[in-house]
């Protein structure tokens, strides 16, 4: 199984779109990283966990599910950082490759010390283009093999349709 780690508030801080929306709605920024993480998990299969600073969150640990993205707020003296060192540890076994996004250098260098495979925040923004460019060119398959009907009609018949439907005779 592959797990994803994401620190949430330095990917918000490097993608161009998350950084211009956190500038005016931070909540929103949260909401639409969640749901790009989600398009993620979906496309990947990864398991995804994004975690944010409680600094900007005042209150008690937080944990929540969107999606099938978990989505983590530190207890007020943690930082975003010493919790994914934690989830680093606790969840490295034998079946499980961790990944880590964040374009924290020391942060990159400290969890790919415990056997983690770090990402940018850049690199991971890439990935996400990938992904919603693959997601896109799924759809589009899907609705070009789509019928126009939901049951198969042959051209005549289909013609026949269309002139009852237009009040024709």
């Given at each position: 199984m592959?797990?994803?780690?994401?620190?949430g508030y330095n990917v918000i801080g490097a993608w161009p779109d998350l950084r211009k929306l956190k500038q005016t709605d931070l909540p929103a920024a949260r909401d639409?990283?969640?749901?790009k993480m989600a398009e993620y998990q979906a496309f990947s299969g990864y398991r995804v966990i994004i975690i944010f600073d409680a600094h900007l969150v005042k209150g008690i640990e937080n944990k929540k599910k969107n999606h099938k993205v978990e989505v983590v707020f530190t207890r007020e003296n943690e930082t975003a950082d010493e919790r994914i060192e934690k989830l680093a540890k606790e969840l490295k076994n034998i079946k499980t490759q961790i990944h880590v996004a964040t374009s924290d250098y020391t942060e990159q260098w400290a969890i790919f010390g415990q056997g983690a495979l770090r990402k940018s925040a850049r690199e991971l923004f890439n990935e996400m283009k990938s992904v919603e460019s693959g997601i896109s060119k799924t759809v589009q398959k899907s609705n070009e093999n789509k019928p126009i009907s939901r049951i198969q009609l042959s051209n005549e018949v289909a013609e026949i349709f269309e002139k009852w439907r237009r009040g024709e005779r």
């Amino acid at each position: 199984m592959d797990v994803l780690l994401v620190d949430g508030y330095n990917v918000i801080g490097a993608w161009p779109d998350l950084r211009k929306l956190k500038q005016t709605d931070l909540p929103a920024a949260r909401d639409l990283l969640i749901q790009k993480m989600a398009e993620y998990q979906a496309f990947s299969g990864y398991r995804v966990i994004i975690i944010f600073d409680a600094h900007l969150v005042k209150g008690i640990e937080n944990k929540k599910k969107n999606h099938k993205v978990e989505v983590v707020f530190t207890r007020e003296n943690e930082t975003a950082d010493e919790r994914i060192e934690k989830l680093a540890k606790e969840l490295k076994n034998i079946k499980t490759q961790i990944h880590v996004a964040t374009s924290d250098y020391t942060e990159q260098w400290a969890i790919f010390g415990q056997g983690a495979l770090r990402k940018s925040a850049r690199e991971l923004f890439n990935e996400m283009k990938s992904v919603e460019s693959g997601i896109s060119k799924t759809v589009q398959k899907s609705n070009e093999n789509k019928p126009i009907s939901r049951i198969q009609l042959s051209n005549e018949v289909a013609e026949i349709f269309e002139k009852w439907r237009r009040g024709e005779r």
